[in-house]
């Protein structure tokens, strides 16, 4: 199942403590799908995923200028 967290809109730091917390949240084996607007808060939120261990599965920007990250935990 894959949990979505979107943070469209937000300003740093916002979606990074958000995705924080619900990336402490998450069991193993867990996909997360965060949802940001902002090229800053795509790189610090993969950061923190690899700092916490974290696989990133993929990394898609869409027609709306929307990231779209996916996050296993391990």
């Known amino acids: 199942m894959v949990m979505t967290l979107d943070l469209s809109g937000e300003v740093c730091p916002v979606p990074l403590v958000k995705s924080r917390r619900a990336m402490d949240k998450m069991e193993s084996g867990e996909i ?7 090229e800053d808060s795509k790189v610090n939120i993969i950061m923190a995923a690899k700092e916490l261990g974290m696989k990133i599965g993929k990394i898609e920007k869409d027609k709306d200028g929307k990231w779209h990250i996916l996050i296993r935990k391990k």
Do not use: G
């Open 32 to 38: 997360l799908e965060i949802i940001v607007t902002s």
